[in-house]
Nanobody
């Protein structure tokens, strides 16, 4: 298993942008499919987007298309979630997750998780 570390969260205003970062501790991220999920208080964890190991195939939840972009830089052993035009309803804890093989939006297919980074968007 790989331990993941997210960073880049914070408190912003509606319309602002944030870029979250996911790095592995002691492993090579290029060996993993990387996904982003988010969980708002009192709600279930929700799929945001994912990217394959090469970085040439990304998929998104329908509600995230157009504002959110998942990318990765395997040379720097880092994955990213770029979030634009943020809305108050984007307020949540954002998690990076990884698995070896599956390009899946199902939270159950990921066995490696970070501790999460909080994003708060005010109106």
């Amino acid at each position: 298993q790989v331990q993941l570390v997210e960073s880049g969260g914070g408190a912003v205003q509606a319309g602002d942008s944030l870029k979250l970062t996911c790095t592995p501790a002691g492993d090579i991220l290029s060996s993993y499919v990387v996904a982003w999920f988010r969980q708002a208080m009192g709600k279930e964890r929700e799929f945001v987007g994912l990217i394959n190991r090469k970085g040439d195939n990304a998929r998104y939840a329908d509600s995230m298309k157009g504002r959110f972009t998942v990318s990765r830089d395997n040379g720097n052993n880092t994955a990213y979630l770029q979030m634009n035009s943020l809305k108050p309803e984007d307020t949540a804890t954002y998690y990076c997750a990884a698995n070896r093989y599956f390009l899946s939006p199902d939270v159950r297919t990921y066995d490696n998780w970070g501790q999460g980074t909080q994003v708060s968007v005010s109106s």
